[in-house]
């Protein structure tokens, strides 16, 4: 009787093992990748705050109510020029006992002189700064006792700072172009007479004050 040989077939059956471990590389593969897109772009974008140069410079001035505040430098420095410019447009009858009318228009002279000087890269200077905080303490000092004697003489100083402000801002930003002007604005600062009540020379304080308009109109 013949005998028949059965052998076992070899399984040719492939694994799916490597199909899965391939496929898990992948998704890790490309979840390292998104990851690292995402750092990138933030890290873009903090380097772009950082680096934005766009943003306006302020200045220190005056407000309206005596305090030093921030504004952009650039053509905004016009804004101070104007409320002084609107505040002395007509100065007939304005001077009265409690001073209110030579207060408000130093203090914004004194702003619109700071303003230039911001403007102009001139306040670094540490002496212009004193300048400009002193200015805003006579100007204040002036309201505190409307009976007080020496009214005059506060006004007097602070003319002359803004005076030497103006002057510095004329000589390192225009060349001098105002020098004449100035030297008439000094004149008017230095008649003012601290011995004389600000009552009795009314006339020379708005002298002084409209030909710090002159001076304003040229530097803006």
Known sequence: MTQIRIEEKPNGGTSI???????????????????AFEESDETYTEEVLEDDDNVAGVATGIDENNNYKEYETGAD???????????????????????????????ELA???????????????????????????????IMKDPLAGDHADKIKMAAMLIT???????????????????????????????????????????????QARMVLERMS
Do not use: C
């Not at 093992?17 to 990851?35: D, K, Q, R, T, Y």
């Not at 619109?112 to 540490?126: C, H, S, Y």
């Open 111 to 141: 702003q619109a002189t700071v303003a230039i000087a911001e403007n102009k890269g001139l306040l670094t200077d540490v002496s212009a700064r004193e300048k400009a905080d002193r200015v805003k303490r006579l100007s204040d000092d």
């Open 77 to 107: 420095y016009t804004s101070a020029v104007s409320a002084y410019m609107s505040t002395t447009a007509d100065m007939e009858g304005e001077m009265g006992l409690d001073h209110e009318f030579s207060h408000q228009a130093l203090t």
């Open 164 to 210: 030497e402000m103006l002057e510095d801002i004329d000589t390192k930003a225009y060349n001098s172009q105002s020098a004449d002007d100035l030297s008439k604005l000094r004149q008017e600062a230095q008649a003012i007479s601290p011995e004389t009540l600000t009552l009795n020379q009314k006339e020379d304080v708005r002298t002084f004050l409209g």
């Open 17 to 35: 093992w490597p199909w899965i471990i391939g496929l898990l590389i992948l998704g890790l593969a490309v979840w390292g990748i998104a990851e």
